[in-house]
């Protein structure tokens, strides 16, 4: 069974803090992918980010930087500078790597980035 | 570059009622997914098909659930006899194969039962 535990609810801070939102992950699969995705208020979800298993790698993009950790099954995000654009509920993905790609979710992060 | 849609965006409707729901997905992408997300809680996935082919239900899709993708375009899910508890956002997205492809959403269709 595939579990995405996103232990944080809610996250308040000030605009240009440093912010970092756990994930935590629990599959059988030997091979999957972890995504990030982005749901502002208009709803839609954004995708940020998708990394697979054998690529532990960590990754930056601008402001965004992603900690993968497979000891842990841990993938963290973090953003840098905050701001108020990034306020939104933050989801954290886990796809296996069979005959389909369908998605577990976490319950999702609400960050507010206060000015 | 057109992204997924999804159409209504919002519908209020009487429990009891029937309800449909269309997505067009990114018009190369031969999978589609239906999830529904309900407030506080990450989306959860339903259904999925390969091109016109459904090949997976959950169980969460209960024999009110019906989902169709006839020609491999576009898609419906219509849920009959309404009742409060399908009160939802229902999301769709489209991908790529192979598997691991990144899946891509639309803005969703909100849905209020009363």
């Known amino acids: 069974a595939q579990k995405v535990t996103q232990a944080q609810t809610e996250i308040s801070v000030v605009e240009k803090e440093d912010v970092t939102l756990d994930c935590v992950y629990e599959t059988r699969d030997t091979t999957y992918y972890l995504f990030w995705y982005k749901q502002p208020p208009s709803g839609e979800l954004v995708f940020l980010i998708r990394?697979?298993?054998?690529?532990?790698q960590n990754e930056i993009s601008g402001r965004y930087s992603w900690n993968f950790q497979k000891s842990t099954s841990s993938f963290n995000f973090t953003i840098t500078a905050s701001q108020v654009v990034d306020s939104a509920v933050y989801f954290c993905?886990?796809?296996?790597?069979?005959?389909?790609?369908?998605?577990?979710f976490g319950k999702g992060i609400t960050l507010s980035v206060r000015p | 570059d057109t992204g997924v849609s999804q159409d209504p965006r919002h519908k209020i409707t009487k429990r009891g009622q029937n309800v449909t729901f269309r997505c067009d997905p990114i018009?190369?992408?031969?999978?589609l997914y239906w999830y529904r997300q309900t407030l506080g809680q990450g989306p959860e996935f339903l259904t999925y098909?390969?091109?016109?082919?459904?090949?997976?239900k959950s169980r969460l899709l209960s024999d009110r659930f019906s989902a169709e993708r006839p020609k491999g375009s576009f898609s419906t899910l219509e849920i009959q006899r309404t009742e409060q508890g399908d009160s939802a956002m229902y999301l769709c997205a489209s991908s790529l194969n192979p598997s691991g492809n990144t899946i891509y959403f639309g803005e969703g269709s909100w849905l209020t039962v009363v």
């Open positions: 990394r697979n298993s054998f690529d532990e």
């Open positions: 018009s190369e992408h031969n999978r």
């Open positions: 993905a886990l796809s296996p790597n069979g005959a389909n790609s369908k998605l577990t």
């Open positions: 098909f390969q091109n016109e082919a459904q090949l997976e």
